[in-house]
């Protein structure tokens, strides 16, 4: 957007990005850790609010039910992997080393990186 010089003042800055709080609404830079408006923590782009953690013990304990995957919005293949109790263990495994390994990924495509 920014690439080209165009007609009329633009209030941001070149090549900044912006983003609207999850919370309220409000517009802020995406860089932003917490939102200006209403003090909301905001989730780096690309990365999972969901826990590790969470996703782990889900995965580890009742992973052949798909919950870890339910936990992360993925209710499709979830509901293949209860079906399939887990693809019979196999998915289950590469899931619960995906998740260790940083790369497992939530509905919207975002790595779950955070732990606690
Ligand atoms: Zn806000």
């Not at 996703?55 to 509901?79: D, E, N, S």
Request: proline share 3%; net charge positive; with cysteine.
């Amino acid at each position: 957007m920014n690439e080209n010089t165009t007609a009329g003042a633009s209030t941001a800055p070149a090549g900044s990005e912006m983003v609207f709080c999850r919370a309220c609404g409000r517009q802020m830079h995406v860089s932003a850790t917490a939102c200006p408006g209403c003090g909301a923590r905001q989730v780096p782009a690309g990365e999972s609010e969901r826990q590790i953690l969470v996703a782990f013990l889900l995965c580890f304990f009742i992973g052949y039910l798909g919950a870890h995957r339910f936990y992360v919005g993925k209710i499709g293949t979830g509901l293949l992997m209860l079906i399939t109790a887990g693809g019979l263990g196999i998915w289950w495994l590469i899931d619960l080393i995906m998740i260790l390994a940083g790369s497992f990924r939530d509905i919207d495509g975002r790595a779950l990186r955070r732990w606690p």
